[in-house]
């Protein structure tokens, strides 16, 4: 199957090693995959703080990029859900543009979704000998309504050991900007998720989506707390034989 | 009780405040745990069908709000009663004010009403040396207390049972325990004494029937009912937008509101009364005046905030945010807080008061998936952010240039990939141990309560070549 990778600006620009795993993984799964030039942001840092035309300039050019792509697969839930459920709203006035993005809304997918739904995979092949919980994002779970693949996909993982998290669906607290405007009330939110992170006992936090993650990672490493925190295709990339390029 | 003009002092305030926050925690940990066995005892596909009828009900209801207000205001006025229609809270507290005068009213028995906080009814009553009490429990903690209600079904979620008794020792002459069951003894005791005295009893509405005229007050202590069972005068104010058809609809949203309230299959008093006493009764007010408030209200119908009137006041959307949880009510400022509060309050109060509340919240989505009544709470704060930018102009100086700046880089691949290399080149200032270490605002803030990740050596376009050819040769 034929696929194009819409990245996102956070793994792009902080998080490499994430992009590199979802290529991996992929392509060990039978997808040939590309990297459509000129792909950026998916706008939603502008989007949630109210700057809708804007994000519209930038979406235009998202919708453009992927035009030609088959399938867009994307390894963050909240970016996926910003083209579902953002980008309709953004062009809600423009029928053309709104067509256009009705059709990259049509072919876009989250990571494990397009696995689990679209590859019907359940199973990676990988090999990850330990405890893992998983952090369900809110857009992920609540906009795209993407909740079980991920932990369907982890718990087939051979050798690991999958412990629910308590009050998975919490919000950690990072809400893009909020994290930084009101950073005190957010702070004391994704406290209350390292608290439930820790009683785990997990080794391993997993997630779908690298903000959260990086605001819980940070806290959980300015508290001090040896834990390792993965974006899911980082672990299904584990043990899972040669490299795939 | 003195507000604070700034949102930020406020919820500086009460993140400082742990007595309060641990009450606030454990009152929406158990709200929303109960909510969430109800919910399961239905079953989540029914809990959704019903969901879907009440929305459509509410729906429905407020697109001909004009007619049910019409059928409403006949019915109240077949049945004997009076109506008044008051345009703001001032019309609204004028005329009930008038009303104690005429009656010459000393003791004035309250149930719960929002309504009656939003128009600041008690201090205008009590100016005028009537004696106001609040009969519902919780109502009762906060006047003790000189408070405002932190939540919209549990006003005094905020306190613990420590400084409940302190309050409660205030007015008592024997010295009461902490324990729950004396605290409650003693409030049932001191109360059940005034209900003997009314002059004026006022109640809040959970459903006005328009078919009817019936007011349907729901409540867990019975003070609702005991207060129009023996008010000679009774005075009940609503919202205008709380009218549902007729009972069939009743039905629906008591099973609802309960349960996503407080888990109850049923709040245990529901008592529905068409005001004055027919000449065989024995019980219930000799006269009778519905007070309709819009105060804000109209000016949502037509609207994309319309769908802001499907409230039907069961708090859900407060226990299932994370930021009310961790900052509780009074810091939102207004009487309404948490998700439907930061929506409210900008709404009908002005987004140059509390349009920073429309920040106040990670857009998380909880609330509008615990809305029984479907008001998509999230994409509300959202709009209320964007109409920020596009009608004041602006969103803040610093997030017009952010912003603007963005989308000129992020629309096209060349500035993009200059612009983020640049950064990472001169980045090494800020940076300690691969991490970021210091930085300007908003970074800076960041870093307050976490660590940050510095832009690695190597981006992924910049990989990607790599993999890309590897895998063609």
């Known amino acids: 199957m034929k696929a194009s990778l819409f990245v996102t600006c956070i793994a792009d620009l902080m998080y490499a090693d994430v992009g590199k795993s979802v290529v991996q993984v992929l392509r060990r799964n039978g997808v040939e995959l590309d990297f459509p030039e000129g792909q950026t942001c998916c706008g939603q840092p502008a989007f949630s703080s109210g700057y809708y035309k804007e994000t519209a300039i930038v979406a235009k050019k998202m919708i453009e990029v992927f035009e030609n792509s088959e ?32 059709e990259f809304v049509a072919k876009s997918y989250e990571f494990s979704q397009f696995i689990v739904d679209i590859l019907g995979i359940t199973d990676v092949g990988a090999t990850f000998k330990k405890k893992v919980t998983y952090h369900s994002s809110c857009h992920m779970t609540r906009i795209l309504g993407v909740e079980e693949q991920p932990k369907i996909l982890l718990k087939n993982v051979k050798g690991i050991d999958f412990i629910e998290l308590p009050y998975a669906f919490d919000c950690c607290g990072f809400g893009g900007t909020f994290s930084m405007k009101m950073a005190d009330i957010s702070s004391a939110i994704v406290d209350e998720k390292v608290d439930n992170i820790i009683a ?7 997630g779908s989506d690298l903000t959260c993650l990086m605001n819980i990672g940070g806290r959980l490493s300015r508290r001090g707390v040896p834990m390792q925190v993965m974006h899911l295709a980082q672990v299904l990339d584990q043990g899972g034989g040669k490299n795939a390029y | 009780m003195h507000i604070e003009p700034s949102f930020r002092k406020r919820y500086h305030k009460a993140l400082s405040d742990t007595a309060m926050l641990k009450a606030v925690k454990n009152g929406t940990g158990r709200l929303r745990g109960q909510r969430a066995t109800a919910i399961e005892a239905v079953g989540t596909e029914r809990w959704m069908a019903f969901r879907d009828r009440a929305e459509a009900i509410r729906l429905h209801v407020i697109q001909h709000l004009d007619q049910y207000l019409d059928q409403l205001i006949n019915n109240v006025l077949k049945n004997g009663g009076h109506v008044c229609l008051a ?12 009303l104690a005068k005429k009656k ?20 205008a009553l009590e100016k005028q040396g009537c004696n106001v009490i609040e009969s519902d429990l919780g109502e009762w903690i906060i006047q003790l207390a000189g408070e405002t209600p932190s939540h919209i079904i549990a006003p005094a979620m905020h306190k613990n049972r420590f400084q409940v008794a302190d309050l409660f020792n205030a007015v008592s002459e024997e010295k009461i325990p902490t324990e729950i069951a004396d605290l409650c003894g003693f409030a049932r005791k001191y109360l059940r004494e005034k209900f003997l005295g009314i002059d004026i009893g006022i109640t809040g509405c959970n459903f006005a029937l328009a078919d009817s005229g019936a007011i349907t007050l729901c409540t867990n202590e019975g003070n609702a009912r005991i207060i129009s069972a023996l008010s000679p005068t009774l005075v ?58 819009d105060n804000g209200r109209s000016k949502q119908l037509g609207t994309k905030y319309e769908k802001i009137l499907n409230c039907i006041r069961c708090g859900s959307c407060l226990n299932a945010c994370p930021v009310y949880r961790n900052i509780g009510g009074h810091a ?3 009487v309404y807080p948490g998700p439907i509060g930061a929506v409210l309050s900008p709404l009908y109060q002005g987004m140059d008061k509390y349009g920073e509340l429309a920040y106040a919240t990670t ?111």
């Open chain 2, 332 to 334: 939102y400022g207004w």
């Open chain 1, 71 to 102: 399938k867009v697969v994307i390894p963050s839930g909240s970016c996926a859900a910003m083209i579902h459920h953002g980008y309709p709203i953004l062009f809600e006035n423009d029928p053309k543009w709104k067509k256009r993005a009705e």
């Open chain 2, 363 to 473: 857009l998380c989505g909880a609330c509008t998936f615990a809305c029984p009544v479907k008001i998509p709470l999230h994409d509300m704060l959202y709009a209320l952010r964007n109409d920020k930018v596009e009608l004041e102009k602006t969103g803040g100086v610093v997030e017009d240039i952010t912003y603007k700046g963005w989308s000129a880089t992020f629309a096209t691949m060349s500035r993009y990939r200059f612009s983020v290399r640049m950064a990472r080149r001169f980045q090494f200032p800020l940076v300690k141990a691969e991490k970021i270490a210091y930085g300007p605002p908003p970074i800076s803030d960041w870093l307050r309560h976490r660590d940050m990740p510095a832009l690695p050596d190597k981006f992924f376009h910049e990989i990607w070549p790599e993999m890309d050819n590897d895998r063609k040769e």
């Open chain 1, 200 to 206: 785990t006992g997990a080794d391993v936090l997993v």
């Open chain 2, 236 to 293: 009940t104010i609503m919202g205008m937008e709380r009218i549902l058809p007729g009972l069939e609809e009743l039905t629906v949203m008591l099973s609802l509101l309960a349960r996503s309230a407080t888990g109850q299959k049923l709040t245990v008093y529901n008592t529905l009364s068409t005001g004055v006493r027919n000449e065989e009764e024995l019980d219930g007010p000799q006269e009778f005046h519905l007070v309709i408030v």
């Open chain 2, 104 to 123: 010459n009213a000393k003791t004035i028995l309250k149930s719960k009403s929002m309504v009656s906080e939003e128009i600041h009814l008690n201090p």
């Open chain 2, 87 to 98: 345009k703001t809270g001032e019309e609204a507290v004028k005329y009930i004010s008038d």
